[in-house]
């Protein structure tokens, strides 16, 4: 296991707070197109999140049911809610609404809940989670407003973000690291997520201070990949090492800071303590907000120039 930065959120640190941990992307984001690679990388955060009894819930993108073999695929799925976990929708195709439209927009979300509601089903359970992919809610605000009227007619609740470390950068290049046995290049990324997510926790609790005074229960964004199945041991060490217990999406949402309205209506996808930033009128401390690191963003970019 790689070491994780040590890190305190100031006079409360001592204080044992809570997160929630969610998924995005599910069954897999992964630059290899492999069944046995998918599948293995859930099988390890699965197993990594039992043994550290760390409730999640994970967004699912349908459209990647068809992206390698159906049945396998739904069966990652089944695997998550065998594992008492959760499921939520995250479009069928992964598009933007400032790319598709409110109602093309709302079409894909739509589309994107079939099999997921149907495995709830058999468990006597309902999809109620919807995340947004990029964080994009609509642009502008009459957009917004048509897509959130329908989630909550067909009982959907907006699963926000409180947390982003960004894993997104560094799984694709870690990706590219396997498949090349780049054993050097494995680790150095590696190690270069795990400290920028302690930097990040620790930049999300001030801003947390900054605009309520105090730690809220977190909503932590990751991804299915192959970096958080291989980094799973050291994320949930990161959790120990801040005194934040894991808890469910649900318990987490019923903080009070979840009830701050969200102001925000551009076309860019923020997280949301930068929304509640406008509502508040408070200030960020950004001068200590951590980037991705200029190396990082670079092998991405050779990898995939996708931005």
């Known amino acids: ?20 941990i969610t998924f995005d992307d599910l069954p897999a984001l992964t630059l290899l197109r492999d069944q046995r690679y998918v599948t293995y990388l859930n099988t390890m955060i699965l197993r990594g999140l039992k043994r550290h009894h760390i409730p999640a819930t994970g967004f699912v993108n ?21 594992a008492s976990m959760d499921l939520g929708n995250h479009t069928f ?59 909550h007619a067909h009982g959907y609740r907006i699963a926000p ?22 054993e050097r290049r494995r680790t150095h990324i590696r190690r270069a997520y795990l ?21 809220i229960a977190y909503v932590m964004l990751l991804h ?3 970096l958080n199945a291989d980094c799973i041991d050291d994320i949930a060490a990161l959790l120990k090492s801040e005194k934040l217990r894991p808890v469910s999406l649900t318990k987490a949402m019923t903080d009070p800071a979840y009830r701050t309205k969200d102001p925000y209506a551009g076309k860019d996808g923020i997280e949301w303590l930068e929304r509640w930033s406008i509502e508040l009128h408070k200030s960020l ?13 670079a092998d991405y970019d050779r990898v995939d120039p996708d931005r």
């Open 161 to 182: 973000v409180t947390i982003d470390a960004d894993d997104w950068e560094f799984a694709e290049p870690y990706d590219d690291a396997i498949a090349r046995h780049d």
């Open 195 to 215: 400290e920028h997510s302690a930097e990040t926790v620790r930049w999300y609790r001030a801003a947390a201070h900054a605009l309520f005074g105090r730690d």
């Open 1 to 20: 296991m790689i070491a994780v930065l040590t890190v305190s959120a100031g006079a409360d640190a001592h204080k044992r707070a809570t997160i929630a």
């Open 62 to 82: 349908e459209s990647k049911l068809d992206e390698l073999d159906r049945s396998q695929q739904i069966a990652v799925l089944q695997h998550w809610l065998d």
């Open 224 to 226: 299915a990949t192959r």
């Open 285 to 297: 401390p950004w001068d200590s907000y951590s980037e991705v690191p200029k190396d990082i963003v």
């Open 93 to 151: 195709s992964h598009e933007s609404p400032n790319t598709l439209g409110p109602a093309d927009y709302i079409a894909d979300i739509v589309r994107g809940e079939p099999v997921t509601r149907g495995l709830l089903a058999q468990r006597h359970r309902t999809i109620g989670w919807f995340r947004h992919p990029y964080l994009e809610t609509g642009a502008p605000i009459a957009v917004k407003r048509e897509i959130d009227d329908w989630l």
